[in-house]
């Protein structure tokens, strides 16, 4: 049997090596996990979330476990964009990763200056526009509950950058098809579903929240079943590629996206526990295309039959 064709079009004219992506939040600048893990193995590093200015995020305790999965409420900790142009992008340049930047801002003003300085530095394959984060009270609200505000962002980017255009959606949102509507039609070019869903834990010995920002995003293994059904429902209500993301730990958790229509699958919280969690995920998925006789990735992409058997 040929070497079986992992290269999958995730849309914007870039094609990636294979579908597995480091997912922002969970991977730093991707520096951090250079000694552990070889990021060229991967079809892209998603680096955590550049602001205009550098943000402090919240005051800890700020990360929870919980029975399946993790809540988090850093707050978009990062640099800044003028010290990530400076010292992080270089390095990751130079070893030929795939790299693509997630950002955000607290105005939609502020997402077009993070975007247009990043559109000017080479080594960028893609630019991630967060609206979805479930801990930025600046925002008034997560954005990407909200079709107007969602399309007002998403517009101000697209003005500002030549590069595929990413918008990461929320799963916080009783239609989020009609969402990604929205960033479809402002000019978003791939729609990357979802972020964490808004949660909270309590300590009962001290009657109080555990996190200090009272809530935060839930990720990890609970999540999955919701956002493949998200997924799902975006693949049919856009015209868009679609990124899965949500509680992927094994092959077969990144090979049901697939399944349902991702193009691609970014593993978060997987990588906190086990650095080496991408490519082990990519030789996974390799060995079950090989053991089905498929040849393409690609061709195995939304081929999920639309009849249940008896």
């Given at each position: 049997m040929a070497e079986i064709d992992l290269r999958v079009d995730v849309g914007g004219g870039l094609v990636?090596?294979?579908?597995?992506?480091a997912a922002s939040g969970t991977f730093g600048y991707g520096v951090e996990y250079a000694g552990v893990t070889d990021l060229r193995v991967?079809?892209?590093?998603?680096?955590?979330?550049?602001?205009?200015k550098p943000s402090a995020g919240h005051p800890p305790p700020r990360l929870v476990e919980t029975p399946a999965g993790m809540l988090n409420a850093i707050g978009l900790q990062n640099i800044g964009v003028e010290r990530f142009l400076a010292e992080k992008l270089p390095w990751l340049r130079e070893r030929g990763i795939t790299v693509v930047v997630n950002c955000w801002g607290n105005t939609v003003e502020e997402y077009g200056d993070v975007v247009a300085a990043l559109d000017a530095a080479p080594g960028i394959a893609a630019l991630e526009v967060n609206i979805s984060s479930p801990n930025k009270r600046e925002w008034g609200g997560i954005i990407a509950t909200d079709t107007k505000?969602?399309?007002?962002?998403?517009?101000?980017?697209?003005?500002?950058?030549?590069?595929?255009?990413?918008?990461?959606?929320?799963?916080?949102?009783?239609?989020?098809?009609?969402?990604?509507?929205?960033?479809?039609?402002?000019?978003?070019?791939?729609?990357?579903v979802a972020n964490t869903y808004l949660g909270m834990a309590v300590d009962l010995r001290r009657r109080q929240p555990v996190l200090s920002n009272v809530t935060g995003g839930l990720s990890g293994p609970a999540i999955k079943p919701l956002n493949l059904r998200a997924v799902y429902q975006v693949v049919h209500s856009t015209k868009l590629p679609v990124i899965g993301i949500g509680g992927i730990s094994s092959g077969n958790d990144a090979l049901e996206y697939l399944l349902v229509g991702a193009c691609a699958v970014q593993v978060g919280t997987a990588n906190l526990y086990d650095p080496g969690a991408g490519p082990k995920i990519l030789r996974q998925i390799k060995k079950f295309l090989e053991a089905e006789g498929i040849d393409h990735v690609q061709d195995f992409v939304g081929s999920l039959k639309s009849e249940v058997s008896s």
């Amino acid at each position: 049997m040929a070497e079986i064709d992992l290269r999958v079009d995730v849309g914007g004219g870039l094609v990636l090596a294979n579908p597995v992506i480091a997912a922002s939040g969970t991977f730093g600048y991707g520096v951090e996990y250079a000694g552990v893990t070889d990021l060229r193995v991967l079809g892209a590093v998603v680096v955590k979330g550049i602001s205009r200015k550098p943000s402090a995020g919240h005051p800890p305790p700020r990360l929870v476990e919980t029975p399946a999965g993790m809540l988090n409420a850093i707050g978009l900790q990062n640099i800044g964009v003028e010290r990530f142009l400076a010292e992080k992008l270089p390095w990751l340049r130079e070893r030929g990763i795939t790299v693509v930047v997630n950002c955000w801002g607290n105005t939609v003003e502020e997402y077009g200056d993070v975007v247009a300085a990043l559109d000017a530095a080479p080594g960028i394959a893609a630019l991630e526009v967060n609206i979805s984060s479930p801990n930025k009270r600046e925002w008034g609200g997560i954005i990407a509950t909200d079709t107007k505000r969602t399309a007002e962002v998403v517009a101000v980017a697209r003005a500002k950058t030549r590069r595929p255009l990413w918008v990461k959606l929320s799963p916080n949102v009783s239609d989020i098809a009609e969402v990604a509507r929205a960033a479809q039609d402002a000019g978003a070019d791939t729609l990357c579903v979802a972020n964490t869903y808004l949660g909270m834990a309590v300590d009962l010995r001290r009657r109080q929240p555990v996190l200090s920002n009272v809530t935060g995003g839930l990720s990890g293994p609970a999540i999955k079943p919701l956002n493949l059904r998200a997924v799902y429902q975006v693949v049919h209500s856009t015209k868009l590629p679609v990124i899965g993301i949500g509680g992927i730990s094994s092959g077969n958790d990144a090979l049901e996206y697939l399944l349902v229509g991702a193009c691609a699958v970014q593993v978060g919280t997987a990588n906190l526990y086990d650095p080496g969690a991408g490519p082990k995920i990519l030789r996974q998925i390799k060995k079950f295309l090989e053991a089905e006789g498929i040849d393409h990735v690609q061709d195995f992409v939304g081929s999920l039959k639309s009849e249940v058997s008896s």
